[in-house]
């Protein structure tokens, strides 16, 4: 696969899919420690994210009343950490 001589494309990549492509990078990626990192942040960001999609959803009237919020912020995240990945800087 030509990414996995990309670490900056694979430190994109990991955001791509929220928590399940950080947690697949945390386990194939084993010696490259800024892959592992994106990964990491991946895994935390997105599913504290996920994680208070649910709360909201129960304490809300509606269980779409979080959703466009949600979405809007995960839609944010992805495009600074994509750029942060690639261009191998801190945002």
Known sequence: MAAENNPKLMGALAYLLGPITGILFLL???GNKFVRFHAMQSTILFGGLFVVNIVLGFYSDSWMAGKPCSFHNRFCFMACF?????Q???I
């Open 82 to 86: 994509d750029v942060e990945g690639i």
């Open 28 to 30: 194939m990626e084993k």
């Open 88 to 90: 191998r800087r801190r």
